[in-house]
């Protein structure tokens, strides 16, 4: 059961980043190394430049987010851990399956009508096929299980589309020259929303800075951001879930997360309390208590660039090795370069 997962050295990460997929990969990365099997983690700096981006930065917020994973508890002995544009595999696979994707299908995707939307400039090609790379960094290594937020559900999709049809078109006799992979997702805190715009996902590129508790704020800020959490007028206060309740519901779902709780029992918890205050505080105090020792933890790493690098060359080795032999097989059944 192999597991696969990548994330973007864009921005800040956030608690939304931490509890829909991070936390998640440490999981993975357990299971697959109690099992034998390989659990596989990528930054994908190649995604990173579909939007407009300043590369004497690119470097630095791809370091920033491999010492996150390693703080969050990545280890690199346990699973393999590279950086996007280390693997050229990747990219070439790329080009392979925009002949079985659909122009169609790429620009119903959600993210890029929403990034398109967001670009000042120029709306890349790459951000087109930003979704076609990213079946590519998954369908390179074969993977089984992909750990994701629930934003993400439409791009595990089409990547196991891509997968069908390339194995239908080129596979021949049911060959499965791809693997299909499932999306795994969180059932609880699958979308944090943004603390002061509830109805909107918690994000880097289009949230509010005092909406988003990002992983390295200090406990200060993160109880402030909370505490300030927009909720809703309700007199008295009811501390549940609803669609009308988009503030309350995140806190609920944040708490539960961060408490290893379901959101009925924080909702039985605190059904006895006075006001949403007593939410927030709860709040504020698990997510500080979560993240503390990953902020520690950070500090030491991120300060070793030789180590970040020497630690990313090893995994692009081991992830070489994987995927080589995959492109080397999708390139011999589309007729590409010599016969193997
Ligand atoms: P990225 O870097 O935007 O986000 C990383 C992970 O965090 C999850 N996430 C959230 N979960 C819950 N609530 C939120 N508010 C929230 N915001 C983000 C995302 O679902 C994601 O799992 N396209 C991917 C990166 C990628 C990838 C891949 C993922 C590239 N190649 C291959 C899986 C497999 C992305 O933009 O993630």
Not at 102 to 126: I, P, T, Y
């Amino acid at each position: 059961m192999r597991v696969y997962s990548g994330i973007q050295p864009t921005g800040r990460k956030h608690l939304g980043n931490y509890l829909g997929a991070i936390r998640h990969y440490v999981t993975g990365q357990e299971q697959a190394w109690a099992t034998g099997d390989e659990a596989i983690f990528c930054v994908v700096d190649l995604h990173a430049t579909t939007v407009a981006y300043d590369p004497a930065e690119l470097r630095d917020r791809t370091y920033d987010t491999v010492a996150i994973l390693l703080a969050a508890g990545l280890d690199p002995a346990k699973s393999i851990l590279y950086r996007q544009g280390d693997v050229p595999e990747v990219p070439e696979l790329t080009w392979l399956l925009t002949s079985v994707t659909a122009h169609g299908d790429l620009n119903r995707m959600h993210q890029f009508k929403e990034k398109s939307a967001q670009q000042r400039e120029l709306v890349s090609a790459g951000l087109f096929l930003y979704p076609v790379l990213m079946a590519a960094d998954v369908l390179a290594f074969r993977a089984d299980r992909v750990p994701v937020g629930d934003d993400q559900r439409q791009h595990i999709e089409l990547m196991r589309d891509i997968a069908e049809r390339f194995n239908t078109r080129f596979g021949g006799e049911g060959r499965e020259i791809l693997r299909v992979p499932e999306g795994v997702y969180p059932t609880v805190a699958a979308r944090i929303m943004d603390l002061q715009q509830p109805e909107k996902k918690m994000s880097t590129s289009s949230g509010s800075i005092e909406g988003t508790v990002y992983v390295l704020d200090e406990p200060k800020a993160v109880e402030k951001k909370l505490k300030r959490a927009v909720t809703d007028s309700a007199n008295p206060p009811e501390i549940r879930r609803g669609p009308d309740k988009a503030g309350v519901s995140n806190l609920i779902d944040i708490l539960a997360a961060t408490t290893d709780r379901t959101p009925d029992e924080v909702e039985a918890d605190l059904a006895g309390a006075r006001g949403y205050g007593d939410l927030k505080v709860a709040a504020a105090d698990a997510v500080n208590a979560l993240l503390a020792p990953i902020r520690e933890r950070y500090a030491d790493l991120r300060g070793d660039e030789a180590a970040i690098e020497s630690a990313l060359a090893i995994g692009a080795e081991k992830a070489r090795a994987i995927a080589a032999p995959v492109l080397a097989e999708a390139r011999e059944a589309m007729g590409v370069g010599p016969r193997a």
